[in-house]
């Protein structure tokens, strides 16, 4: 039995390395109910794309029993002595995948099990049920993005880098933020009480929040016009047909007279590479690059505006917060290299690795191995460092009011800012 699992495991360990030797592509942030990457997400390219294999191929059959004779050593002291019997192989084969990824200190490379890899396949669709957060799973602790205008997490106060560290009472410190992810989710209606952890000022607040669950509609896009003939867009997430919703705005906006627009990422958290790459050719010209994707042997992929955009002339700036990551960062990426359009705000979130998801066989789940980067169109690498707006203003997130949220320059610094630099650069 011992000596089949041995061999059983080998080959799984065999198998996972090739299949990171002959696949790529690209990921980012998750939604508190469902993953906001799939295929095709601003983070995971559309197909595996080939890699060289590197030059040390893989090690000889006994280099490999003499390399793994201390794990097997561990795993027959566990079987032999672990005072609750019988242990569960299939657990700890997974555990030794997930801390086999976790010695690369890539916190953007990981294990995902069964059920985590079935919640990553989900689409990014208009609705899902949860507490209506993005939030960030590489962190120590389960990390609020920014919450989802007018959600539960909205309207129980969560903000941007708020840290859960209990759910319903008990202590996840300690516990990946994956699994706190998952014990967060719920059904409509039932409740979850959630342990915050806030820093403000540099001083630590810890407090309970109890957040009834509902089905989350997720809007991409409101706008309106704002004085001087001025078109506000508020772009909220990179989802299925956000890009079609985007073109309406704009092409109503323009029947309405605006001569300038204000394009509003703040708070927005990723979502999918096609509908990244369909909004920014909505601004920049047909075959204009909008990002490279560099792998490890030096293979670049290419993707570029498709064309028919309808505000390629019009005047623009941006908006980004420390909260605007990955298709996010794609788009004002790319906006700011053409010139195309200043960004006013803060520095955005720094989300510019690409990560690719390999299934394992059977059950076992899938890796999620970080592979290449991903470049704005002048090849700058914002990973881990984000974009630095052209207009830095800072804005203290307690006096705006994301969930009803409304323009006005009187309350919000930074889009007082925009409207300035955007009468300066109308005709």
């Not at 469902?34 to 590197?54: F, H, Y």
């Not at 707006?389 to 804005?395: E, K, R, S, T």
């Amino acid at each position: 039995m011992a000596s089949k699992t041995k061999r059983w495991f080998l080959v799984l360990v065999v198998f996972f390395f090739m299949s990171c030797w002959l696949s790529g592509a690209f990921a980012t942030g998750w939604l508190l109910g469902r993953k906001s990457v799939q295929a095709q997400t601003a983070g995971q390219a559309a197909a595996p794309l080939p890699l060289a294999t590197p030059a040390a191929g893989p090690a000889p059959n006994e280099d490999l029993e003499q390399l793994f004779q201390p794990f097997w050593e561990a795993w027959d002291l566990v079987h032999r002595y672990y005072v609750e019997q019988p242990v569960d192989d299939v657990a700890l084969m997974r555990g030794a995948i997930r801390g086999m990824l976790d010695a690369l200190g890539d916190r953007y490379t990981g294990y995902m099990d069964p059920q985590e890899y079935q919640d990553a396949q989900a689409p990014i669709e208009g609705s899902y049920e949860g507490i209506g957060a993005w939030v960030d799973v590489t962190k120590d602790y389960l990390t609020i993005i920014s919450p989802i205008p007018g959600s539960p997490a909205a309207k129980a106060g969560l903000k941007p880098g708020d840290q859960i560290i209990g759910v319903d009472g008990e202590d996840v410190t300690g516990i990946s933020p994956e699994v706190v992810r998952r014990r967060v989710l719920g059904p409509a209606g039932t409740k979850v009480r959630l342990t915050i952890r806030r820093v403000v000022d540099g001083e630590e607040q810890i407090f309970d929040v109890e957040i009834v669950r509902a089905k989350i509609e997720i809007p991409s896009v409101e706008y309106r016009m704002l004085d001087g003939d001025i078109g506000y867009v508020r772009f909220m997430m990179f989802g299925e047909k956000s890009d079609e919703e985007l073109r309406k705005a704009l092409e109503d906006l323009k029947e309405q007279g605006a001569k300038g627009i204000i394009f509003d990422l703040r708070n927005n958290g990723g979502g999918l590479l096609t509908t990244a790459i369909n909004v920014a050719s909505q601004f920049i010209e047909k075959g204009q690059v909008v990002l490279y994707e560099q792998y490890g042997d030096g293979t670049v992929q290419v993707h570029k505006a498709r064309g028919g955009g309808v505000a390629l002339d019009i005047p623009m700036v941006v908006l980004v917060n420390e909260a605007s990551a990955s298709a996010s960062e794609v788009v004002a990426g790319a906006l700011q290299d053409y010139g195309r359009a200043p960004l006013i705000g803060e520095r955005t979130f720094g989300k510019g690795s690409v990560q690719q998801w390999i299934p394992l066989r059977g059950d076992g789940g899938a890796v999620r191995i970080t592979v290449a980067y991903w470049l704005t169109p002048k090849k700058r690498l914002i990973h881990e460092k984000g974009l630095e707006p052209d207009y830095l203003v800072p804005l203290d997130e307690d006096t705006i009011d994301w969930v009803q949220y409304e323009p006005d320059p009187a309350t919000d610094p930074q889009l007082a800012k925009a409207i300035e630099v955007l009468q300066e650069l109308l005709p």
